[in-house]
């Protein structure tokens, strides 16, 4: 045996290496607009009645709305993660659930408390587009309160109370006024001048 055996150099470990886990990235704003998208796709080419299509139609129309303002919400703001999944998890799950049952059968037979598939599905829907309504006005309020913030600062900065952004006309501590009198004193005591004595006239 060498000495590289001895100090283990050159041996090949038969011992399968251990899988590195890896964590899955967050989906971008591009993402969750295509899932989106990909759904109202999915709906169309399997023709859903209209009053699915006009719902879900909603509920992707808001999520395009809401998902350039998601930083507004904040890191990890669960209405932020509401947006996600509907996306990516919700909407897809309830459209694809519809489209695998048989039109017919999933239109007219009761599956639950008198409900048929169809109606939970329109249920689902409109469950989804409050929530996501919610969020929406959520998300406005936070950059409406951004611009409240903003104006007051502007206020306090070049509004009428501020010292450095104000004109002001007319006598102040700094610049009086002159004295309104007759520097000449009174008018009245001013006479006319005459000829001086021997000059003749």
């Avoid at 992707?60 to 919400?73: E, Q, Y």
């Avoid at 009428?160 to 004193?185: F, K």
Wanted: aromatic share 4%; glycine share 10%.
């Amino acid at each position: 045996m060498g000495i590289g055996a001895w100090f283990g150099f050159g041996r090949r470990s038969t011992e399968p290496a251990e899988p590195v886990a890896t964590t899955p990235s967050a989906p971008t704003a591009a993402d969750l607009v295509e899932s989106v998208d990909r759904v109202e796709q999915q709906a169309r080419e399997g023709k859903v009645p209209a009053m699915v299509q006009s719902r879900l139609g909603r509920v992707c129309r808001v999520v395009r709305d809401t998902v350039p303002r998601l930083d507004s919400l904040g890191a990890g703001s669960p209405m932020g993660y509401d947006v996600v999944a509907t996306a990516t998890n919700y909407l897809p799950d309830a459209i694809g659930g519809y489209l695998r049952l048989p039109r017919a059968w999933a239109d007219s037979r009761p599956v639950d408390r008198g409900r048929t598939p169809l109606m939970l599905l329109i249920d689902q829907l409109d469950l989804l587009g409050a929530t996501m309504d919610d969020v929406f006005d959520a998300v406005c309020r936070a950059d409406a309160q951004a611009l409240v913030v903003h104006g007051r600062f502007l206020e306090e900065r070049f509004g009428a109370g501020a010292s450095g952004g104000a004109l002001t006309l007319g006598a102040t501590p700094s610049t009086p006024m002159p004295p309104t009198t007759d520097l000449l004193g009174d008018v009245a005591d001013i006479r006319p001048l005459s000829p001086p004595s021997g000059s003749g006239r």
